[in-house]
């Protein structure tokens, strides 16, 4: 399988900042990108599906302005939570793939706490 | 959409003892799998099951998928404290599209 590093591991950040999460796909070409969040003892919920070098396409109810997706390599993704509040808090997971139907490698996740 | 529930929600059973977590949903998945997530790391998937009727062994762990392709169920013989974790199904549509997860089944085994 592919390995997939994310970074940071945990953020703590103020009310109104703005945090950037990466993730990287250190030996697969990942033509597509998800990322996920995961409410405490809750499953994932994918927020958005990102293919290198287009727009994401984002889940209902998950605000694009918000939720900044950037996918300009094969290797990288980037997730910014602009104006983080803390309802953001939370464990936001991506995953890889060489396209959309075929099989996902996960990301360790990264932590966002908004105080 | 296509929703998956997995019961239980929680398990905490002794070390030695056998459970079995199921997944269940109306719709027909093309594919669907499992996996483990220990605190604070991504899901790794166990298995992916493709045939309806299909059933899978790793060591311990025993995946069925229905024969309408609309369900699933992980056994554990033997649990172990090692076992424990949130075990979440993920299916997959006819289309092929995205994975919908199920809402996870925590199992805690004691020594």
């Known amino acids: 399988g592919a390995v997939v590093s994310q970074h940071p591991s945990r953020v703590i950040c103020k009310s109104g900042t703005s945090v950037k999460i990466e993730c990287r796909s250190l030996?697969?070409?990942?033509?597509?990108m998800f990322w996920y969040r995961q409410f405490p003892k809750q499953s994932l919920m994918l927020m958005a599906t990102s293919n290198e070098g287009s727009k994401a396409t984002y889940e209902q109810g998950v605000e694009k302005d918000k939720f900044l997706i950037n996918h300009a390599s094969l290797t990288l993704s980037t997730l910014t939570v602009t104006s983080a509040h803390p309802e953001d808090s939370s464990f936001y997971i991506c995953s890889v793939a060489m396209r959309v139907q075929e099989t996902q490698y996960f990301g360790p996740g990264t932590r966002l706490l908004v105080l | 959409t296509q929703l998956l529930e997995q019961s239980p929600q929680f398990l905490s059973i002794q070390e030695g003892e056998n459970l079995t977590v199921y997944c269940n949903s109306s719709?027909?998945?093309?594919?669907l799998q499992w996996y483990r997530q220990e605190p604070g790391e991504g899901p790794v998937l166990l298995v992916t099951v493709v045939t309806g009727g299909e059933v899978k062994k790793l060591k311990r762990l025993t995946f069925q998928f229905g024969d309408a392709r609309k369900d699933s169920s992980l056994h554990i013989t033997a649990a172990q404290p090692g076992d424990t974790g949130l075990y979440l199904c993920?299916?997959?549509?006819?289309?092929?599209?995205?994975?919908?997860f199920g809402g996870g089944t925590r199992l805690m085994v004691k020594p």
């Open positions: 719709s027909v998945f093309s594919s």
């Open positions: 993920a299916g997959r549509g006819n289309a092929g599209n995205m994975l919908t």
């Open positions: 030996d697969f070409q990942a033509t597509t």
